[in-house]
């Protein structure tokens, strides 16, 4: 079967950096998406990564080894305003979608 | 410009009932996706419409699931005979049409079923 493992919370400080982690196991692979989702508000997008490597955009970073079919969220310079779930999502080889569970963030002042 | 539009917002019906979910993609948007979101989990894909065509409807959970896109824009999903466990919230999303297009989501339609 088709599986995406991140941890389900994570917890930090205001200001400090985070990684989230996201091991998938798909028939297929196409690329690994990152979305944020705060509570009752639509999933948006935040980083795709297609080839091995980090993606940098802003205080948000990427990263994907496709030989160890596992990724990660870095977040840097946390802010309150990060406090929200992130889903890890792979384009799998029938170029569908399948998503994590989500990890929830919580930022401690 | 306008984001992914659906409608209606919340949709409460009794187990039995017919229902349908709309979704207004991004105008030029050809991909248009729908998702099934329980509490405490990932959106759960359902269907994947390119153009007016269904290019996998592989994630519908059984035949009392439908989902249309005549015109290849406007995409409506029909529920029938519901049941308690089809209340989730309900996610259409939109790319510009490439295979590695970010998705727009929409806000979704919280469906209960009493």
């Known amino acids: 079967g088709q599986s995406l493992e991140q941890p389900s919370e994570v917890t930090a400080v205001e200001g400090a950096i985070v990684q989230i982690n996201c091991t998938y196991q798909?028939?297929?692979?196409?690329?690994l998406s990152w979305y944020q989702q705060h509570d009752g508000g639509a999933p948006t997008f935040l980083s795709y990564?297609?080839?091995?490597g980090l993606e940098e955009t802003g205080r948000f970073s990427s990263f994907l080894s496709r030989s160890d079919s596992y990724g990660y969220l870095l977040l840097q310079e946390l802010q309150m305003k990060d406090s929200a779930s992130y889903f890890c999502?792979?384009?799998?080889?029938?170029?569908?979608?399948?998503f994590g569970k989500g990890t929830r963030l919580h930022i401690l002042p | 410009g306008a984001g992914v539009s659906q409608t209606p917002s919340n949709k409460v019906t009794e187990k039995g009932k017919y229902v349908e979910l709309r979704c207004d993609p991004i105008?030029?948007?050809?991909?248009l996706y729908w998702y099934r979101q329980s509490l405490g989990q990932g959106p759960e894909f359902l269907i994947y419409?390119?153009?007016?065509?269904?290019?996998?409807d592989s994630g519908l959970p059984n035949d009392r699931f439908f989902a249309v896109r005549p015109e290849g824009s406007v995409s409506t999903l029909k529920i029938q005979r519901t049941e308690r466990g089809d209340s989730a919230v309900y996610l259409c999303?939109?790319?510009?049409?490439?295979?590695?297009?970010?998705?727009?989501f929409g806000p979704g339609t919280r469906l209960t079923v009493l």
């Open positions: 990564n297609a080839l091995d």
């Open positions: 419409f390119q153009g007016t065509g269904a290019a996998d």
């Open positions: 999502a792979v384009r799998d080889g029938d170029d569908k979608i399948i």
């Open positions: 105008s030029g948007h050809t991909a």
């Open positions: 999303a939109s790319s510009l049409g490439g295979s590695f297009d970010e998705q727009f």
């Open positions: 798909t028939s297929g692979f196409y690329g």
